[in-house]
Antibody, heavy 123, light 110 residues
């Protein structure tokens, strides 16, 4: 049973960089040709917003509204992938979820979700 | 404003059938797979339907998804109190080159 677990600081100061990691257990990221690995966020009391997704090869797809501030990476040797978001503001306060998505030309919506981690941007 | 339009709320009595709609366009629902998620307060979204109409193992057959042209629907039959939750549709949008979610529908079981 594949499981995803987010980790990272729960509090980030404005203008600094948010860094999160998603540990994957129960299956390898390496050579997972059928999947993308993605990040989705949900501000308190609001809806879901896709951030970005990465293929095992390193190919990425980003939300155009966040692309300039976001980067993804895959650490296949440790079976995990990561998100970095620069120049954060209070508007980036949200629960951040990592997820697995099927790869069918483009990423499908998530088929497996992590439990989520709350990141608050505040001084 | 979400690219995918869902009604903000829906309701039904126990045992009834409720349908939640998700309206999109040719660049999203009309050309890509749709998924539906259920989210209980304080928890991660749960996949109810993927690839338009596939139910993952463990999801009751009371939940069913369908698509028609540029719209998708989630039907819940035999409504139960534990179905009270937020429901989201999602798909890929070719024009935006982005995954998109509906704004969510809050289901109340009367």
């Amino acid at each position: 049973q594949l499981q995803l677990q987010e980790s990272g600081p729960g509090l980030v100061k404005p203008s600094e960089t948010l860094s999160l990691t998603c540990a994957v257990s129960g299956g390898p990221i390496r050579r997972s040709v059928s999947y993308y690995w993605g990040w989705i966020r949900q501000p308190p009391g609001k809806g879901l917003e896709w951030i970005a997704s990465i293929y095992y090869s390193g190919a990425t797809k980003y939300n155009p509204s966040l692309k300039s501030r976001v980067s993804l990476s895959v650490d296949a040797s440790n079976n995990r992938f990561s998100l970095e978001m620069t120049s954060v503001t209070a508007a980036d306060t949200a629960v951040y979820y990592c997820a697995r998505q099927d790869a069918v030309m483009v990423p499908t919506p998530p088929t497996i979700w992590g439990q989520g981690t709350l990141v608050t941007v505040s001084s | 404003q979400s690219v995918l339009t869902q009604p903000p709320s829906a309701s039904g009595a126990p045992g009834q059938r409720v349908t939640i709609s998700c309206s999109g366009s040719a660049s999203n629902i009309g050309n890509n797979f749709v998924s539906w998620f259920q989210q209980l307060p304080g928890t991660a979204p749960k996949v109810l339907v993927s690839r338009n109409d596939r139910r993952p193992a463990g999801v009751p057959d009371r939940f069913s998804g369908s698509t028609s042209g540029t719209s998708a629907s989630l039907a819940i039959s035999g409504l139960r109190s534990e179905d009270e939750a937020d429901y989201y549709c999602a798909t890929w949008d070719d024009s935006l080159s982005s995954q998109v979610f509906g704004g969510g529908t809050k289901l109340t079981v009367l």
